[in-house]
């Protein structure tokens, strides 16, 4: 059964860091993308970043250049590095994994509050 829990959401100012993460359960995580989305109030939930294997990575025009992804095999974790935060990067962040001819699976969520 996978299994994917998420740490390290929170409440920062504007401007300030965070660095959420994500392990994995009951995959092979080497063999899987892992991707991080968000979904704020009122909005679809929508991709923010993706590593596959290989460590390849693509990332939402709006957080490019403040935001990080990288992962850690032996750990079986992915990581989202979140620098020069702003409100409207509120949201709460999911982790997502999915590999060629399987399912993809959800985290439960944790909630990013930016906010004075």
């Known amino acids: 059964q996978v299994q994917l829990v998420e740490s390290g959401g929170g409440l920062v100012q504007p401007g300030g860091p965070l660095r959420p993460s994500c392990t994995a359960s009951g995959i092979t995580f080497s063999t899987y993308t892992m991707a991080w989305y968000r979904q704020a109030p009122g909005k679809q939930r929508e991709l923010v970043a993706s590593i596959t294997g290989g460590r390849n990575t693509n990332y939402a025009d709006s957080v490019k250049g403040r935001f990080i992804i990288s992962r850690d095999n032996a750990k079986n974790t992915v990581y989202l590095q979140m620098n020069s935060l702003k409100p409207e990067d509120t949201a709460v962040y999911y982790c997502?994994?999915?590999?060629?001819?399987?399912?993809?699976?959800w985290g439960q969520g944790t909630q990013v509050t930016v906010s004075s």
């Open positions: 997502y994994c999915y590999a060629q001819g399987r399912s993809g699976s």
